[in-house]
């Protein structure tokens, strides 16, 4: 089958991962899949900071535009995808259109019934939701996705709380499937790697490990979780976090980690490239996730358990599908950081529960959560006639 994926994202980091997940599962179902990227974006290949070119530096300035500006820009876009998209069915004729929903776009379903072209949309963002650049544009907004999620042939919903959301709103939205994130088992595989060896280059040894892989932003919490636990870390003299990543609040951390002299016993290794992750996770014993919010599917959770490593996280609904507290992983009440910390320090002394625990979150990822299984979810939503 003929499938034309298009969105209107940069294609870096998080997205771009998921946007390669979903687009090598269907073709390895047998489908061919043509990408329709935003203009200058390639998520196909992971993005590289050194690689930034002027159109990147372009879209910052439009990002930081002010709101209203910014979102009327977003609106007009309609006409530029109105070519690019028309332009791509023509070429590519396909027998079924896949979109990752952004706001304000509408005229990609409005292409496809014109055309009679299936088309499913994958719902990652929503105009119900809060939002870190609030809406100024929301009853716009609003009205557009309603129309979209009504008219579409099928929509894929990385949460419930966002199809229910959904429905609250709009009413009788088109057919859906929940389908949160995923990993990629060849790249995320424990087996490929000598954790040993790997550790033994980081100055880890024999220490406990708890890592965490992500944005250090606000939402994830990683400022507040390390301010909470750097004076109780001497309670488990064994310990040590390693935590992965770039954002926002790392600063404020590693002048933290500096101040209280815990350089040896929290390791800040910065941002690393998607492919290096899960040497990472290969050093680690279990990880944690110290916030979340209310309708997000985090990436690195599915990375994590992919790789054996269970992870202590706050029980946000769409946390709580994917971690079976005390089966796959280890659930605290979200927003109390306490819990979150007492949890990890009672682990740095259970190795028999953390290995337990790891081998069923990597089961279930095997089992469920793999890429191939979102394709196939979201194929299910097309009418018998087009999905053969």
């Known amino acids: 089958m003929r499938i034309l994926y298009h969105h209107r994202t940069q294609g870096r980091h998080v997205e771009g991962v998921h946007i390669r997940g979903i687009v090598h599962a269907l073709r390895d179902l047998g489908h061919e899949v043509s990408v329709l990227s935003f203009p200058g974006a390639d998520p196909e290949h992971e993005f590289s900071p050194a690689a930034t070119t002027g159109r990147g530096r372009l879209a910052g300035l439009v990002a930081r535009m002010p709101g209203v500006l910014f979102e009327l820009l977003e609106l007009a876009y309609n006409l530029v995808t109105l070519v690019r998209v028309g332009q791509a069915i023509r070429r590519v004729r396909p027998q079924v259109i896949y979109e990752r929903y952004s706001l304000f776009l509408f005229v990609t379903v409005w292409l496809a019934r014109r055309r009679r072209i299936p088309i499913v949309l994958e719902i990652n963002d929503s105009a119900l939701v809060h939002r870190v650049r609030p809406l100024k ?31 609250s709103a709009y009413g009788d939205i088109a057919p859906s499937v929940i389908s949160p994130n995923a990993a990629d088992l060849h790249r995320f595989d424990p087996g490929r790697f000598d954790r040993e060896r790997l550790r033994a280059e980081r100055g880890l040894g024999d220490q406990v490990v708890c890592g965490h892989i992500g944005v250090f932003a606000r939402w994830h919490g990683v400022d507040g979780f390390v301010e909470a636990i750097a004076e109780r870390l001497r309670e488990q003299p064994g310990l040590v976090l390693v935590l992965v990543g770039d954002g926002r609040t790392l600063p404020a951390v590693r002048a933290l980690v500096d101040e209280r002299g815990l350089s040896h016993r929290v390791i800040l290794p910065g941002r690393v490239p998607h492919d290096d992750v899960a040497a990472w996770i290969a050093c680690m014993d279990y990880a944690v996730l110290p916030d979340s919010n209310l309708y997000g599917s985090p990436m690195k959770l599915f990375e994590l358990m992919a790789m054996g490593v269970a992870v202590v996280a706050p029980d946000y609904a769409p946390v709580a599908e994917v971690i079976d507290d005390g089966h796959t992983g280890w659930l605290f009440p979200r927003g109390e950081l306490d819990a979150c910390v007492q949890r990890v320090l009672d682990l740095a002394t259970c190795a028999d529960e953390r290995h337990r625990i790891g081998s069923a979150a990597r089961d279930y990822v095997v089992r469920e959560r793999q890429w191939r299984n979102n394709a196939q979810q979201l194929l299910s939503l097309l009418p018998a006639a087009g999905a053969a």
């Open 137 to 167: 544009l929301k009853s716009l907004a609003r009205w557009i996705e309603g129309w979209c999620l009504r008219q579409s042939t099928g929509l894929v919903f990385i949460s419930s709380y966002f199809r229910a959301q959904a429905e």
